[in-house]
């Protein structure tokens, strides 16, 4: 069992940054796959990025290539996300989620086990 905390939100101008973190406590947060995921009002939660057990994989969402950036440091037990160069279409809630790093790397939110909370991101435009 994994808990996750995900935080960092808020508003933010258009061309802005945010730095989403996610703090994990229970198993051992090595051994997951980490995952963010966004849901925009009216939208099903779509793939953001994922970024591997020891951090050596990370895969992003066309969408946000080039702007977004997934790390992770497990001596810390906290995943983050930094993203710059925020758009309106950015705006969702973003959720962190974590999946047993044996079952490989998805971009498919059913595989993920544990969930963050979810946290609001509003870019203003």
């Known amino acids: 069992q994994v808990q996750l905390v995900d935080s960092g939100g808020g508003l933010v101008q258009a061309g802005g940054s945010l730095r989403m973190s996610c703090a994990a406590s229970g198993r051992t947060f090595s051994m997951y796959t980490v995952g963010w995921f966004r849901q925009a009002p009216g939208k099903e939660r779509g793939f953001v990025a994922y970024?591997?057990?020891?951090?050596?994989?990370?895969h992003y969402a066309d969408s946000v290539k080039g702007r977004f950036t997934i790390s992770r440091d497990n001596a810390k037990n906290t995943a983050y996300l930094q993203m710059n160069s925020l758009k309106p279409e950015d705006t969702a809630v973003y959720y962190c989620?974590?999946?047993?790093?044996?079952?490989?790397?998805?971009?498919?939110?059913?595989?993920?086990?544990?969930w963050g909370q979810g946290t609001q991101v509003t870019v203003s435009s």
């Open positions: 970024i591997s057990r020891s951090g050596g994989t990370i």
């Open positions: 989620a974590a999946m047993p790093g044996v079952r490989g790397l998805s971009d498919r939110s059913p595989l993920y086990d544990y």
